[in-house]
């Protein structure tokens, strides 16, 4: 047992004299990578232009407001977006971490809606209670596109790619264009 | 490690770059979905606002694990206690009482339980599963019998698979080690229809322990190999309604030189389970789960089991409710139990076990939440147990996500039929205690408090810890009885056990992740006097788990698809495990331990990734029997389209 213990430590050695060029080397030439929550926040915005919100019925809001409901998972990185015009108006983002789906509070005015994982147990109950609302939903969980959400993101070798479900958003009123839907995969 | 990222750090200036946002703002959305992304890192929090002790190996943590086997993937968990028995057993327990027989534990896959009704504990080898079909494991420290069934006392682990939506497509997976001889999975993911999706998997592995010597005179060369198919199919109906249907069948075989004879185990089993759920349009949803469930290992046992549940959740103005109904069905025959030692009477068995729950969560005063919930549950041996439990939860809002919990509870433990009818077989050698079963155990509960924590701290770190106070009564103890060193199972001891776990997250760049997580475990055991005198095992009991275990992990996303994971762990001292004979402890002390696990990993911007694991770089260990760790290494190459 000794010599092989000895024998494997020679091993190791050799390894870990291989790989510290190799973990010092490379990063110094490395391009920065982007993340996935970098990605889904620029979407966000890009998908706007493609989006035809049906004519408001009563006066509307200043800003344009983006919400976020439950665990933010962007943080500092859609903050950059803030104050930017979309669709002629400033665009407003609004946390509500600590959201809970009963009678007494609903959700805040808003066109734009992003559900983060956190609410993935009122999910179905959030849905219900934005139904027939001129709202955009998105979110990026897996099979929530099928269970309601208009727009959800999804990793595909290791893309973003996004989902829409037609059903929801003809529901609500809200019409997205052909060339959107021809980058997405339509949830049936 | 602390080393190793001083020396990385100056070259990975990732700092973030203010025009960054811009320059990603002018791509078009045919560039944005081509790009790639580094690895997916969802901080995923199943459960931020439960009022119980969570911890969620997520996806990451298990593809950077390296790992192929389930239990390790529990050794970073707070408040679990894993130690690798040999090659291919494994005790696996939560807050404490861990030992060959771990029998506190309630451990699911897809919510199918997977331990035993001999005695109450899993066969680990019988759930090889490759980690490409594993989405996450969620674990539940403390008592959680209302809601998810009998044998809860301690924790739940709950192994939640992929689904064949997220497994689409060829992946095939190959290895080899010092001690992970052969191993390797495949994987083919289908569509079957615009809402029907379907995979399967086959995994094979061949392990070997060179040379371990397991006792004096004993030096072992055990082996085992394992090899196993499994399918899964989900369809949705509409929005909301799906169905899964998934089912496997494993083998297994396992050779140890022993005297006076080679020991061999040679298992084989099934399952095949279907679930269907249905939300209707006022938010009520439903679901029916029945599964079959078959397990054998040739010339000791065989079980067969049916087990039918209907769960509802709904809300009604400020009450959520989740209530439902279970009833499970198991016939056995044994004709030597576990590993030879043990023979049972009666031989063959039927158990019915049925199960009513109700939990009602009233959420009131905007942050606050009271969580109520009661179980009923029928078995053969004993009368209907009542499990209850009361949780309160307090998430003020803020940018900390602050959130408190205080929960009070009773969880059941109904005797295993191997401590109703289990007799231990003479043997070779020096005699040993017997240790007779006995039919007439009553249950022994845990009555447990617990307090939990779970903030932000800053904007990078992120902490989750409980205390808890457990109060057990009736626990099992050995009494003489009849000639000479026999003894029987009485209910004739308490324990109490208190302490604290938990975990802390920093996220200090994107690409660079620290993880702890810490467990304190203190035990107090008391034999109760009898009629005849009992098996002074106090002391035993008390060393049986680690009272510290510390873990540190660290996750570098270096570049051009380049990872360097560590895990370091320290573990305290233990009192050696008694195995087959629990009256006869070898009074044997394992010092404590820390040990290195790292995991280097390369990956292609598509379809390939090469891995190399090291395990128990520090030097050799034992933890719990006197299977003893060796520094070895293992590499694998993964490949997809």
């Not at chain 2, 009923?376 to 209850?388: A, G, R």
Request: aromatic share 12%; charged share 25%.
């Amino acid at each position: 047992m000794k010599t092989r213990a000895g024998s494997f430590k020679r091993v190791y050695l050799a390894a870990v004299l291989i790989l510290l060029p190799w973990g010092g080397a490379i990063p110094r030439v490395a391009a920065q990578p982007v993340t996935d929550a970098e990605i889904k926040a620029t979407l966000l915005f890009k998908f706007v232009p493609f989006v035809r919100w049906p004519k408001p019925k009563t006066v509307q809001a200043d800003h344009f407001i983006f919400l976020i409901v439950g665990q933010d998972p962007f943080g500092p990185v859609i903050d950059h977006f803030e104050g930017q015009s979309i669709r002629g108006r400033p665009l407003k983002i609004v946390r509500v971490p600590d959201f809970r789906v009963t009678s007494e509070e609903p959700l805040p005015a808003c066109d734009m809606v992003f559900i983060s994982a956190s609410m993935a147990d009122q999910l179905d109950a959030l849905l219900a209670g934005l139904d027939g609302k001129p709202i955009l939903t998105v979110s990026d969980q897996a099979g929530w596109g099928a269970r309601g959400v208009m727009i959800n993101f999804f990793e595909s070798e290791e893309s973003v790619r996004f989902e829409i479900n037609p059903q929801s958003t003809r529901a609500s009123g809200i019409r997205i264009g052909a060339q959107l839907l021809k980058l997405s995969r339509i949830v049936k | 490690m602390v080393l190793l990222s001083s020396f990385l750090l100056p070259w990975l200036m990732l700092s973030l770059d203010p025009d960054r946002m811009d320059r990603l703002a002018q791509l078009s959305i045919e560039e944005l979905i081509s790009l790639k992304v580094v690895s997916a890192e969802k901080t995923e929090r199943a459960y931020p606002e439960s009022a119980a002790a969570v911890f969620v190996v997520s996806r990451e943590d298990i593809e950077r694990s390296g790992t192929t086997q389930l239990a390790e993937l529990l050794r970073f968990v707070p408040g679990v206690q894993v130690a690798r028995l040999s090659v291919n057993v494994w005790a696996v327990s939560i807050r404490g009482f861990n030992e060959l027989h771990a029998n506190k534990l309630l451990v699911m896959i897809d919510g199918r339980p997977i331990y035993n009704h001999l005695f109450s504990g899993v066969f680990w080898p019988m759930f090889e599963m490759s980690t490409d079909e594993i989405e996450r494991i969620e674990v539940i420290r403390g008592p959680g019998s209302t809601l998810w069934g009998a044998n809860a006392v301690n924790g739940i682990i709950n192994i939640i698979s992929r689904t064949s939506e997220d497994a689409q497509g060829v992946f095939v997976g190959l290895g080899t080690g010092h001690q992970e001889k052969a191993f390797g999975d495949a994987r083919y993911g289908f569509r079957l229809g615009p809402q029907t999706t379907a995979r399967v998997n086959y995994g094979f592995a061949e392990r070997e322990m060179e040379d371990v010597r397991l006792g004096p005179n004993l030096l072992s060369d055990e082996r085992m190999q394992d090899g196993r198919v499994s399918m899964r199919l989900d369809h949705r109906f509409n929005n909301r309604a799906s169905l899964l249907v998934q089912g496997n069948y494993f083998r297994n075989f396992m050779r140890r030189p022993s005297l006076p004879a080679d020991f061999q185990l040679d298992d084989n089993g099934w399952f095949v389970q279907a679930r269907f759920e249905h939300t209707d349009a006022r938010s009520v949803k439903r679901s029916v789960q029945l599964y079959a469930d078959s397990a054998s290992r040739e010339g000791e046992f065989r079980w067969h089991v049916w087990d039918l549940d209907f769960k509802e959740q709904r809300q009604l103005g400020r009450h959520h409710l989740v209530y439902g109904v279970g009833f499970r069905t198991i016939d056995d025959n044994v004709t030597r139990g576990l590993a030879g030692g043990l023979t049972f009477a009666p031989q063959m068995s039927n158990e019915k076990i049925g199960n009513l729950f109700v939990q009602d969560r009233i959420d009131f005063r905007e942050n606050w939440s009271l969580t109520m919930g009661y179980k009923l549950e029928f078995n053969d041996f004993t009368d209907s147990e009542f499990q209850p439990n009361v949780r309160l939860h307090w998430a003020p809002p803020g940018p900390a996500a602050l959130n408190l919990w205080a929960a009070a509870s009773r969880a059941v433990h109904v005797p295993s039929r191997l401590e109703r009818d289990g007799d231990t077989l003479p043997r070779p050698g020096p005699p040993l205690p017997r240790v007779l079963g006995n039919p007439d155990l009553d249950i022994s509960y845990v009555t447990a408090y617990e307090l939990g924590l779970r903030s932000r701290l800053g904007s990078k770190f992120w902490l989750d810890t409980a205390f808890f106070f457990n109060d057990y009564a009736n626990e099992i103890a050995f009494e003489a009885t009849g000639p000479p060193n026999q003894f029987i199972r009485v209910n004739g001891m308490e324990a109490e056990t208190y302490g604290m776990d938990g975990s802390l997250e920093y996220r200090p760049k994107p690409w660079l992740r620290f993880a702890a997580s810490f467990t304190v475990l203190e035990a107090d055991f008391t034999v109760l006097p009898g009629p005849r005198p009992r098996r002074p095992l106090a002391s035993f009991y008390e060393g049986q788990s680690p009272s510290r275990q510390w873990n540190l992990r660290s996750y570098v996303n270096l570049a051009r698809g380049l990872t360097l994971d560590l895990h370091w762990r320290y573990l305290g001292a233990v009192r050696q495990a008694a195995l087959a004979n629990p009256a006869a402890p070898p009074r044997q002390t394992f010092p404590s331990y820390e040990n290195l696990d790292v995991h280097v990993a390369w990956q292609l911007p598509r379809g390939f990734r090469a891995e190399l694991v090291g395990r128990d770089l520090l030097g050799e260990h034992r933890e719990l029997s006197f299977f003893e760790h060796e520094p070895q290494l293992h590499i694998d190459f993964k490949f997809w389209f």
